[in-house]
């Protein structure tokens, strides 16, 4: 049975109306009306896509086509459908669930769970998320800042130096003469006199050293090595730069390393130790150096 001819909602635009001969849509088409409400049988109100002033059309009647703000509804399946098609589904989820346990097995984590970055690898961070230094870095930032201290402290160190190489040439001569003359000397104790011009050479270059590092690290964070490989000083549970109390200790215990490796005997000693001191944030949880340890402090990354 099909509608009775009239202007219904057109299907295809749902801001005209087009008109319905009774079998089939014409091309005749106008705007939407908006007329009163019409009242049906019992004050009742028109349905929608009812002729105005036509009787309501029931639900056998109405076109095949779904009518304004209505969902074309799925077919419900016919008998013996779902029994065809649920192998299917299983055998879906079975390989679902099989791609997830050997995802699993790679990154170690449970179905379900995100995780981030490398499999089986998680990013070292300070306590409150800042990312830490590699190693590498350091190094780096180590070398760029021996050679600006160095250049920086050339005019107070240079005579010394130049008077403990005079003094140390002189000595190697004299031992090299000495050899050819058939007297090779019997000890390979260097001249107090190297020592007279080594050591305030070595003091000066230490203090410049420390004053560089010291003003750097407190006002800015970094010194220009770290600044250049993006690296900085903090403490490890405070950001920020870090107080004088906190550089003093980091760097006085690299400086107290140095010293002690000048004096014979327990010199090998405590070269040992400052080895250790740079590699030790190769294997530590928290990239920590001894000196970083020493004064609760992380190089992290910017």
């Known amino acids: 049975m099909s509608s009775p001819a009239g202007w219904y909602d057109d299907p295809e635009d749902q801001t005209q109306q087009r008109y319905w001969d009774g079998s089939t849509w014409t091309d005749q088409r106008r705007p939407q009306q908006t ?10 109100a028109a349905q929608h896509g009812q002729v105005y002033g036509g009787p309501a059309p029931t639900q056998q009647s109405r076109p095949a086509q779904p009518q304004y703000g ?31 346990q050997q995802y699993g097995q790679y990154t170690g984590q449970q179905p379900g769970q995100q995780g981030y970055g490398y499999p089986g690898q998680r990013p070292h961070t300070t306590p409150d998320g800042q990312m830490l230094s590699g190693w590498w870095r350091r190094v780096f930032a180590r070398i760029i800042d021996s050679i600006i201290v160095g250049i920086i402290g050339l005019p107070l160190t ?10 140390l040439w002189d000595y190697f001569r004299n031992t090299l003469d000495q050899a050819e003359a058939g007297n090779p000397a019997t000890t390979t104790t260097l001249p107090p006199e190297v020592y007279k011009w080594m050591i305030p050479a070595v003091l000066i270059g230490f203090l410049v050293s420390f004053v560089y590092e010291y003003l750097f690290v407190t006002k800015k964070g970094a010194t220009p090595g770290k600044m250049a490989l993006g690296i900085a000083v903090r403490l490890r549970d405070v950001p920020g730069n870090p107080p004088g109390s906190a550089v003093a200790k980091r760097y006085g215990f690299q400086i107290g390393l140095s010293v002690l490796g000048l004096i014979p005997l327990i010199g090998t000693l405590t070269g040992f130790a400052a080895l250790l001191d740079y590699l030790w944030p190769l294997w ?19």
């Open 35 to 44: 007329p009163p409400p019409y009242q049906g049988q019992y004050g009742q």
């Open 158 to 167: 240079g005579y010394f130096y130049y008077q403990y190489s005079q003094v």
């Open 284 to 302: 530590d949880d928290k990239k920590q150096a001894l000196h970083d340890k020493v004064a609760a402090t992380n190089v992290v990354r910017k």
């Open 70 to 100: 209505q969902y074309a509804q799925p077919q419900q399946p016919q008998y013996g459908q779902y029994a065809q098609q649920q192998p299917q589904q299983q055998q879906q989820a079975g390989q679902q669930q099989y791609g997830q």
